[in-house]
C-alpha cells in the first residue's frame, strides 16, 4: 500500500504564495506520476498540475505561468509552488500518485488540504 501525506495548505490573501508538499510512504511501490487535483464547493474536481517521474510537466489552463510543480524522486515527494494566488484558487487541494506495487499499476489519492485565499 501507499500513502500519500500532503502540507502546506492554509490561508493567503490574493497576490500572495504557498508551497504544498506531498510524501508518498510505503514499501514495494514504485511512484509513477504525480500530480495535484483540486476541488472547489459545487465544482468537480480538477487538474492542477502533474509531474512524471522524467520530469515532464502538465498544467491545468488556470494556473499555467503562476503554479509550478517539481518533485523530488529520491524523496517519492511532490512540490506544488503557488504564486500570484486568486480568491479562485481557494478549493481542497488533492495529491495523486500513480504507482507499480508488485504488478499492479494502482492510482492513490491524499486526503486533502485546504487552501483559502482570501480577496
Known amino acids: 500500500q501507499v500513502q500519500l501525506v500532503e502540507s502546506g495548505g492554509g490561508l493567503v490573501q490574493a497576490g500572495g504564495s504557498l508551497r504544498l508538499s506531498c510524501a508518498a510512504s510505503g514499501t514495494g511501490f514504485s511512484i509513477n506520476t504525480m500530480g495535484w487535483y483540486r476541488q472547489a464547493p459545487g465544482k468537480q474536481r480538477e487538474l492542477v498540475a502533474r509531474?512524471?517521474?522524467?520530469?515532464?510537466?502538465d498544467y491545468g489552463n488556470s494556473v499555467k505561468g503562476r503554479f509550478t510543480i517539481s518533485r523530488d524522486n529520491a524523496k517519492s515527494t511532490v512540490y506544488l509552488q503557488m504564486n500570484s494566488l486568486k480568491p479562485e484558487d481557494t478549493a481542497v487541494y488533492y495529491c495523486?500518485?500513480?504507482?507499480?506495487?508488485?504488478?499492479?499499476?494502482?492510482?492513490?489519492w491524499g486526503p486533502g488540504t485546504q487552501v483559502t485565499v482570501s480577496s
Open positions: 495523486n500518485a500513480g504507482a507499480d506495487v508488485g504488478r499492479y499499476a494502482l492510482n492513490y
Open positions: 509531474i512524471t517521474n522524467g520530469g515532464s510537466t
